[in-house]
């Protein structure tokens, strides 16, 4: 550490010895080095007096305190903490805010600055920067400097170095946003696939009932009176099997998004987000708690307050934009040049982490929140998570956040191009800057709600806020959400309504976030962005293909249900006959068992140029897999296995291995739950149609993609290759199991090698900044498991406890199993 002029010495306050300045620290050792070179012994002395206090009764007081045993350290040790404690103390009377108080801090500082290497000294120091507003910049440039002086700063002064330093800010954040993806529940939440499911089966519900209703006939029947006219030549009718011709045309009705349906998913038997402790039927993330259930998930504003790396962040931020910004571009930059054609987990974490601290400090009514450009949009996003689904007036406040930044960028043009005067600020206001004339629509909603409206602010290139925008929706819960809302619309306002995907207009502007969202990274590289449409392939072709594919669900259970209960209903009335398409309707299973599924199964394309259009969406547009993906996976929870199979086929054909082992981490690690389930109650085994596309061709290809992923997919050949508690046989023999491992082991090479890197430290045992445990959360909050974390951390691989958990295969042994018992004895610890 450089000294600063103004060393101790009683000239300070004009008494004798004035002017004169002792060298501290290295000057100091380096004084006292030269003396003793030079006069020896006799050097002593000289240091002595070179050293001693400058008041005339020193050399007396401390003549007398060694004749009382008393030390001339002991004394010079408690003449300084005198010192220290008087000077202290009128530190802390002075106020960084008054001018003249100002002035003699800085004088103070000055002074002193130079004792922040001595441990006895560097409290005075600590004190005067903590007082000051702002340290000046030439100290600041100097603790930028020195590492292990910036460690012990305070928390504001440390603030003040990082917005002064921007590598060192980056050198400290980095570590951490680096580490989120590693996060336990974090990773666990972004893998939840079928988190939102609940709502869809709710708006299937609802669908199903007014399907049912004694005005309308079953799906592919006749209709009533008024719907008795000839065919509409852009309706359904003609995509699926069971849509007859004679259905009328579609109603206006607007129907609720999907927001507080846990009563109807629990009726209708789907528990999603089972990963997260939902524990069944009605379970997880904001199905809230129904009678006889369990209780709900891990909200996120749990997952943020327990997450170590969020309140690290949050406590680095402070209240200080630059910081906030700063990390918000390590985010966007770590997401932009993330390496690959195909976007994972670990590369949507930033987007995850983007969005959660800015709810972090929105839950703690930070005005740095309120200065983002997309709080609005996470916040909306945010409420619609909390709820488990998108009302009507998130959809509503979705699209208006949207309309405002195509304003903005209109009125930016019109400015460039010399047009009229503008009605607003330079480039129009930002999203969410009318929060004095508007409040949020649902503030009550978000969990955490603050009392303040949106961002504020305008910027240069309006459209560039679509790039943060993309990133926010990319947060894997957010892409979650969205093509949940998109099925549940499927079932409320397509099949239920006779209405076509291209007429609702909330599916247009799902499909437009979804497709902003994927685009997001392509965006940011080309710094060209953009309000994409909704691909037409997808609108025009695929949710058509999935809503005749729904048609013919409910035509097959209520065909079902009529054939089970209908003769005891004829002539009985209206209430008799709709009494077989009541409640056992929705939580039958549609069509035949899993096991018994034998044939190949095919989807049922109404043309050859919509099964080319659907083909090349689902090879070329992530929004089109997200959506067929997120369909098979509620087609399993429904118990629909035909039309599961159906899809499922179609998606084995057409995900090439490299997207298989990166973009389908949530996917495969959801759809291996689900299937797991079915195995232990030996509704599944191999052998049949689902488990072939979806074991072998799907799961076995995605265990690369995420070591949860990979965990997962060994959990259900365990269960297959272990005897049920009840005692019926194991469904794999020991050697088909040897055959499913070694191809397991083969296809994850690289992410286990992943992990091993990453299982060397913690990244917060680095973190500078000096932070109570209590702020910055702890495994249990963070991860609901305690020490979970830990234990995954003692294998080699992060996957290596559940291999082991294989030596109890009844018949297992190395001769049977080669493969296995070479890798566990590759990785023995």
Request: aromatic fraction near 4%; hydrophobic fraction near 45%; charged fraction near 20%.
């Amino acid at each position: 550490m450089a000294t600063s002029p103004g060393g101790g010495g009683a000239g300070t306050d004009g008494s004798p010895g004035g002017g004169r300045g002792l060298p501290i620290g290295g000057e100091g050792k380096d004084m006292v080095h030269e003396m003793l070179a030079a006069a020896g012994p006799g050097g002593i002395a000289q240091v002595q007096e070179a050293c001693l206090m400058p008041y005339p009764l020193v050399r007396h007081l401390l003549g007398m305190l060694e004749i009382m045993d008393i030390s001339r350290v002991e004394a010079h040790r408690a003449v300084l903490q005198r010192a220290k404690e008087r000077l202290l103390s009128r530190v802390a009377a002075l106020s960084g805010r008054d001018p003249g108080d100002k002035a003699r801090l800085e004088r103070l500082l000055a002074g002193s600055f130079t004792y922040l290497g001595m441990a006895d000294m560097r409290e005075v120091p600590l004190a005067v920067m903590e007082r000051l507003e702002r340290v000046p910049a030439q100290h600041l440039k100097q603790l930028a400097a020195d590492t292990e002086v910036f460690k012990i700063l305070p928390p504001g002064v440390q603030r003040q170095v990082w917005e002064y330093d921007k590598n060192l800010l980056q050198s400290d954040a980095l570590p951490l946003v680096g580490a989120y993806k590693y996060e336990i529940a974090t990773y666990m939440r972004a893998l939840a696939a079928d988190e939102f499911l609940p709502g869809v089966a709710a708006a299937a519900a609802r669908a199903a009932v007014s399907i049912m209703a004694p005005d309308r006939g079953p799906p592919g029947g006749g209709g009533g009176g008024e719907r008795g006219g000839a065919a509409d030549a852009d309706s359904l009718a003609g995509l699926g099997g069971a849509a007859k011709a004679g259905a009328g045309a579609g109603r206006g009705i607007r129907r609720g998004g999907g927001a507080g349906a846990a009563a109807a998913a629990a009726a209708a038997g789907v528990g999603g987000a089972h990963m997260l402790g939902g524990g069944g039927p009605g379970g997880g993330p904001g199905s809230g708690t129904v009678p006889g259930g369990p209780p709900p998930g891990i909200t996120r504003k749990i997952l943020r307050k327990g997450s170590r790396i969020t309140q690290a962040l949050k406590g680095m931020v402070g209240s200080s934009p630059k910081i906030y910004n700063q990390i918000v571009e390590l985010c966007c930059v770590k997401f932009r040049d993330a390496e690959g054609l195909y976007v994972g987990v670990r590369e949507c974490s930033y987007a995850a982490l983007r969005a959660q601290l800015l709810m972090a400090l929105h839950d703690d009514n930070n005005p740095v929140a309120a200065r983002d450009r997309c709080h609005e949009l996470a916040w909306t996003l945010d409420a619609g998570i909390r709820a488990g689904g998108l009302s009507d007036k998130h959809l509503e406040k979705l699209g208006r956040f949207f309309e405002d930044i195509m304003e903005a960028a209109e009125e930016s043009e019109g400015l460039a191009a010399g047009g009229g005067k503008r009605r607003r600020g330079a480039a129009g206001p930002l999203p969410g800057g009318r929060a004095s004339s508007r409040a949020p629509l649902d503030e009550a909603e978000s969990a955490g709600a603050g009392g303040h409206g949106g961002g504020a602010g305008g910027v240069v290139e309006p459209l560039r806020v679509l790039g943060d925008a993309g990133l926010v929706l990319r947060d894997p819960s957010a892409l979650h959400l969205l093509a949940a809302q998109v099925l549940a619309l499927l079932h409320t306002e397509v099949v239920a309504a006779e209405r076509l995907p291209r007429d609702v207009p909330d599916m247009a502007l799902l499909l437009r976030l979804m497709q902003l969202a994927v685009e997001a990274r392509s965006m940011m590289r080309d710094r060209v962005y953009r309000y994409p449409d909704p691909d037409k392939a997808v609108l025009h072709d695929l949710l058509p293909l999935l809503a005749a594919a729904l048609v013919d669900s409910h035509a097959a259970a209520v065909k079902a249900a009529g054939a089970g209960g209908g003769g005891g209903a004829a002539g009985a009335g209206p209430a008799a006959s709709a009494a077989p398409f009541g409640p056992n309707l929705l939580t039958s299973p549609v069509g035949p068992e899993p096991a018994a599924l034998q044939e190949e199964a095919e989807v049922e394309f109404p043309d050859a140029g919509t099964k080319t259009r659907v083909c090349g969406a689902l090879r070329g547009n992530e929004v089109a897999r997200r959506l067929m993906q997120t369909f098979a996976l509620e087609r399993l929870a429904r118990g629909d296995y035909m039309t599961a199979v159906k899809f499922l086929s179609l998606l084995a054909r057409l995900l090439v291995p490299a997207c298989l082992a990166v973009e389908a981490a949530d996917f495969a690690s959801t759809l291996a739950a689900r299937l797991a389930e079915l195995v232990k109650a030996r509704r599944l085994g191999p052998g049949s149609r689902l488990w072939v596309v979806a074991v072998d061709n799907l799961l076995v290809g995605a265990v690369d993609a995420h070591t949860q992923t990979h965990e997962e997919v060994l959990r259900l050949l365990l269960a297959a290759a272990l005897p049920t508690p009840d005692g019926r046989p194991p469904l794999l023999t020991p050697g088909e199991l040897d055959a499913y491992l070694r191809l397991t082991l083969e296809n994850s090479r690289r992410s286990r090698k992943r992990y091993k890197k990453f299982s060397g430290g913690d990244a917060l045992a680095r973190f500078p900044m000096c932070l109570l445990a209590s702020d910055i959360g702890s495994d249990i909050g963070s991860d609901g498991w305690p020490g979970i974390l830990a234990l995954k951390l003692k294998g080699a691989d992060g996957v290596r406890s559940v291999y082991e958990m294989f030596r109890r295969v009844p018949g297992i042994n190395p001769d049977v199993a080669p493969a296995l018992f070479e890798y566990l004895a590759e990785t023995k610890q």
